[in-house]
C-alpha cells in the first residue's frame, strides 16, 4: 500500500509539474510532449487523413497493374512529403503537390488537418510550383508574445514588430511598404504597436517627426527623440509645408548628383542611389489621430484640411524616393471623413487594423486586400487587447500580436537615444524643447514644448 501511494504521488507530481510546464513554458513542453505526440500522429495517420480530406489522387496505372497481380486494389496515393521538423512554435512539413493539386485544395481542408492531427492551426504556403510548406502551431502563439531576439534586427528601416498567428514574425521593412495605415479603437493595442515603433526606429539613424494635433499628449514622452512635433492643426500645417520644401531639396539633389557622382553612385532616382557621404537621413512622419487633420468647424478650417491633406498626399506619392515614410494612425477611417481620404489611403499600401469600433472602418483598411481580412478584424474579442490584422497590396493578411511595452519602458529608449537625433535645419524650428527631470529617480516623462515658428 504505501508503495502504491508513492507511485501515485509521484505521478501526480509529475502531472503537476507538466501542467505548469504547459503554463508558464509552452516552448518546452511543445519540445518535450507536444512535437513527439503530434509527429507520431502525423506519420502513422498521414495517409488516411491526407484520404479523407480529398487530398490524395488515384493510383497510377503501373500501380493499378502491380496491385492486380498481387491480388489486392490500389490505394489512393498522398502528396509526397517530408519528415515533420520542429520549429519553435510547431512543425513543418513540405509537400510535394500530384498533377492536378493546388495549393487552394491544402487551405480548403486546414480545419480538417487541424482536428485530424491535435494541432491548434494549420497554415499553408506555396514555396514553389508543385510544392508547398504545411506548418503545424501546437499552442495560441499570440497568448504571450516576448520581444524577438536580436538577430532578427539585421536590416536598416526593418523592424520585426509583431508576431503572427503561423509563429513567423511581422517586420515592417519601409523600404518595401513605405507608408502604412494603423487603426484601432481604445485599449485595442494600436499604442503598444506603435511604441515598438518608435523604439525599434528610436535605436536606428533615422529622424522622427510627429504630428499629434491633441496637444501632443500621446506623443509627448517620445519628444526626446522626435526631430519635430506638431501638436495643433496650424502647426501641422506649418510642419508639412517644411516637409514638402525638403523634400523638393531633396530631390534637387538626387538630379544633381546623380548626374555628376561619377562610379561612386548608383544611378538610382532615389536617396538611396547617393553616396553615403551626400546621402540624407531617412524621415519616417507618424501622425497619431489622422481625423483631427480632417475637423473643420469653419471656412477657414476648411481650408487648412484641404492644404495639409493635399500635402500628406504628395508625401505619400513622391516621398519613398526622397527618403519619406508615412504611418498614419487612427481610431476610425473612412470617406465620410472627407476630400481626399480615400486618395490618401490608397497610398498607404501597408495596413494594421486592431478592433475598432465600426464596420467601415475595417472595410476602409482591409477590404481592398481581402474581404476575409476585414471579417476578421470585426472579430477582434475585446478582451484580447494587441490582436491585429495585417495586411498588404499582394493580398496577403494575417493575426498578428506586438510584445506588451509599457510607456514609461518606450520613453526610457527614447530618452536614452536621444544624441541619435539627426540634424536638419528645416525642421529646427519644430524640434520639442523637453525640460530635464528634477532628479535622477523621477519617473514622470518630461513634458515638451513646441518652440516658435519664428525663433
Known sequence: MTDALWVLMLGLQAVAALVAVRRWLPVLFWWLVGYP???????????????????????????????????????????????????????????????????EDFTASADRLRH???????????????????????????????????WLRT??????????????????????????LILGATQSGKSVYLRNLLCGLARQPVALVGIDCKWGVELAPFAPRLSALADTPDRANEL?????????????????????????????SDVWGLPEKVRPVPVVVVVDEVAELFLAASKDDEKRRDAMVTKLIRLAQLGRAAGFYLEVCGQRFGAELGKGATMLRAQLTGRVCHRVNDETSATMALGDIAQEAALAATSIPAERPGIAVVGDSSGGWSRVRSPHLTLDDAATVCRDTSALVPELPRLDAFRPVVAKPAGPSSATPAVPTARPVTE
Open 155 to 180: 536590416e536598416p528601416l526593418s523592424l520585426p514588430l509583431a508576431l503572427r498567428e503561423d509563429g513567423h514574425w511581422h517586420v515592417r521593412d519601409f523600404r518595401t511598404v513605405p507608408h502604412e
Open 37 to 103: 505526440a503530434v509527429t507520431l500522429r502525423v506519420l502513422t495517420s498521414y495517409r488516411a487523413t491526407m484520404d479523407a480530406c480529398g487530398l490524395t489522387v488515384p493510383a497510377s496505372a503501373m500501380r493499378r497493374a502491380t496491385a492486380r497481380m498481387v491480388g489486392r486494389q490500389a490505394a489512393p496515393v498522398p502528396p509526397r512529403r517530408s519528415f515533420p521538423l520542429p520549429t519553435g512554435s510547431g512543425l513543418v512539413m513540405r509537400l510535394r503537390m500530384a498533377a492536378g493539386q493546388s495549393p
Open 116 to 150: 485530424a492531427w491535435g494541432a491548434h492551426a494549420v497554415h499553408v504556403r506555396p514555396t514553389r510550383p508543385g510544392r508547398l510548406e504545411l506548418r503545424l502551431v501546437g499552442w495560441d502563439v499570440l497568448t504571450d508574445v516576448r520581444p524577438p531576439r536580436r
Open 240 to 268: 508639412l509645408d517644411v516637409l514638402v520644401e525638403e523634400m523638393e531639396a531633396r530631390f534637387r539633389l538626387i538630379g544633381v548628383t546623380g548626374g555628376t557622382a561619377g562610379s561612386d553612385a548608383r544611378l538610382t
